[in-house]
């Protein structure tokens, strides 16, 4: 294959090969840099430069983040909100893309209309909020699931695929007598597996991420989520308690503000990069099947 | 059927007949239609704000009515309404003039690569950075840019530079909000342009090839030709957008000192309005913004139909 190739496009390859590295390093370098101040003593914290791996190794910020009782509140209702909230949107995405992807429901181009507006105007922020907590939301768990149930464009590409499902499909189940909501289930759906996978893997990210809602609905100290744990430390630099737990003999640190932060930025991160390798196809995979099919 | 349907009173009867022939449909569609009025067309209700004096009291209905007051005040008073209106535009047009071409020509030298499992480890890669909220980001690059412990101004300052504390000084904010977004966003954009680049007919190459056409002109001729529809779709799309100045980023990012070239007007609906309690002012801002910008919408299917593609709606 090489041999082919002329001399300056071996040079290109070659260019190109060079800027993909510099590119995966500038990609890469950051999480590294972070995880190894977390798991470093105060001195080697605090030195400028290259952070590879910890030359002093140092769990200690992570005893310290993890004693903060704040971040286990936070972990309990991330996860609440991430397992029931993804749960209940696929759900009633999948309820709502079906008959949206039928050409014999009628009305169905104002049905999608009415939807699809909304991606385009909204009452803005003030009336959205007075809403949300005249509806009693405010301080509910529930305001983490509720107000952000619905994807207009994970929907949109979920109709797209069932409209790609060949309707004989279907028939012969309709004459066996089921109704729509039968063929939802136990036709369609089977056949859905890698777009339910691409659209449960968004709507677990986006739960997992979502922090404004968490930042302006909720006061309630026991009811926060790790994202807005997070942006106190980093944002707003405060957390009494931590503060209170880091309190040490002035020379006989441990940990400093910048190891702690470190180590609940890796903490809350981990879960995705984890996961992302293994279904890394998946994340990826919906934005082709919407994009292909325009 | 279908000319039945036509006359008046049978047609409405033929489409109670319909509906209630796809009942189950409607049963399935029910608690979408349901979220989305509530949760869409339900805070429209409360956009009568803008021209209303709120008072908490007597709630939206209770408040007075006062008319374009605060349109006025908007935008005649010293409120800084165009310092923030300016600032949405100067950033939205930095991230349009060096945001958009850069997942094209990140698209292009990936669809260059020969090496497979290479090509695949390093778009893997390039993609993460999407699925990380801003408030993890800002955490990350705080670190990193450091003005003192940083290893981006450990490299500046080694090369001979003076150190920038890039999230903090006006000058170099935008530069940063620019550059931090596309680190976030490059790789991720690249997967419509790869999508349209491998739909390319692989005989058009060939044929080039035969022709003695090299890689250069092959991708000057066929290659940049052929994703342009896409480009240029995408380019409408970020004008169209161009009032959303990118608020999750903002709000993690800046900080006092930066508020005079990093205010926009999400932020400052979010600062004065919710901070300050000025909701029927920040309404009325909202609503200015979201007027125009379906306006930018509707004008951009409008070209997107003219040039002969399926439209939006």
Do not use: C
Request: zero cysteines; proline letters at 4%; a positive charge.
């Amino acid at each position: 294959m090489f041999s082919r190739m002329t001399n300056g496009e071996k040079w290109f390859q070659i260019f190109a090969v060079l800027f993909m590295i510099g590119i995966s390093i500038l990609f890469v370098y950051p999480f590294l840099h972070v995880l190894a101040i977390s798991l470093s003593t105060p001195a080697e914290a605090i030195r400028a430069g290259v952070h590879l791996y910890p030359q002093e190794f140092s769990f200690e910020a992570y005893r310290k983040a993890v004693a903060s009782s704040q971040i286990w509140y936070g972990f309990r209702n991330t996860i609440f909100r991430t397992v029931v909230g993804t749960a209940l949107s696929v759900f009633v995405m999948v309820m709502a893309a079906y008959p949206l992807s039928k050409k014999y429901l009628p009305d169905r181009r104002f049905f999608t209309l009415f939807i699809v507006f909304t991606m385009f105007f909204s009452g803005g922020l003030i009336p959205t909020y007075l809403l949300v907590k005249g509806l009693g939301l405010y301080d509910s768990l529930w305001v983490y699931i509720i107000p952000s149930m619905f994807s207009t464009f994970s929907l949109l590409i979920l109709r797209n695929f069932f409209i790609g499902i060949p309707q004989e499909l279907e028939d012969s189940a309709r004459m066996d007598g089921a109704n729509d909501i039968r063929i939802l289930f136990s036709v369609v759906l089977p056949l859905s597996a890698p777009i339910i996978a691409t659209i449960t893997l968004w709507a677990a990210v986006s739960y997992w991420n979502e922090w404004f809602q968490a930042l302006i609905y909720v006061q309630d100290q026991t009811k926060i989520v790790l994202q807005i744990y997070l942006r106190r430390l980093v944002v707003e630099n405060q957390d009494m308690e931590l503060r209170m737990l880091m309190s040490q003999q002035p020379g006989q640190e441990t940990v400093t503000p910048e190891t702690v932060k470190a180590a609940v930025l890796m903490i809350i991160t981990a879960p995705i990069i984890i996961v992302y390798p293994f279904l890394q196809k998946y994340f990826v995979n919906g934005v082709m099947i919407g994009s292909l099919k325009e | 059927m279908a000319s039945l349907a036509r006359s008046g009173k049978l047609h409405a009867e033929s489409r109670w007949k319909r509906y209630k022939k796809h009942k189950y449909l409607f049963v399935l569609l029910l608690p979408a239609l349901f979220w989305y009025s509530v949760f869409h067309y339900g805070p429209l209700y409360g956009v009568q704000l803008a021209f209303k004096d709120f008072r908490v009291l007597e709630g939206i209905n209770g408040s007075p009515w006062v008319g374009w007051k605060h349109f006025e005040t908007m935008f005649t008073s010293t409120s800084q309404f165009w310092r923030v209106f300016r600032n949405t535009i100067v950033i939205s047009l930095y991230h349009i003039i060096f945001g958009f071409p850069a997942p094209i020509i990140l698209a292009l030298i990936f669809n260059e690569i020969r090496g497979k499992i290479f090509k695949r480890v390093t778009q893997s890669i390039s993609y993460l950075p999407h699925f990380l909220s801003w408030v993890i980001l800002a955490g990350l690059f705080g670190t990193i840019l450091s003005p003192s412990t940083g290893i981006v101004n450990y490299i500046l300052t080694a090369l001979g530079f003076d150190s920038i504390y890039f999230l903090g000084d006006p000058h170099y904010f935008r530069f940063t909000l620019v550059a931090t977004s596309i680190w976030k966003e490059i790789g991720w954009g690249t997967i419509i342009y790869l999508a349209a680049l491998a739909s390319v007919n692989p005989n058009l190459y060939e044929a080039a090839g035969i022709d003695g056409a090299g890689r250069w002109k092959q991708t000057l001729h066929i290659t940049l030709p052929s994703i342009l529809p896409v480009v240029s779709i995408m380019f409408i799309f970020k004008i169209s957008g161009i009032l959303d100045a990118g608020f999750d980023q903002i709000l993690n990012l800046y900080h006092p000192a930066v508020y005079g070239v990093a205010d926009i007007l999400d932020t400052y609906v979010f600062r004065v309005g919710l901070s300050q309690m000025q909701y029927s002012l920040t309404t009325a801002v909202g609503l200015f913004k979201n007027v125009i910008a379906l306006l930018m919408v509707l004008g951009t299917d409008y070209v997107i139909k003219k040039s002969g593609q399926e439209g939006l709606f």
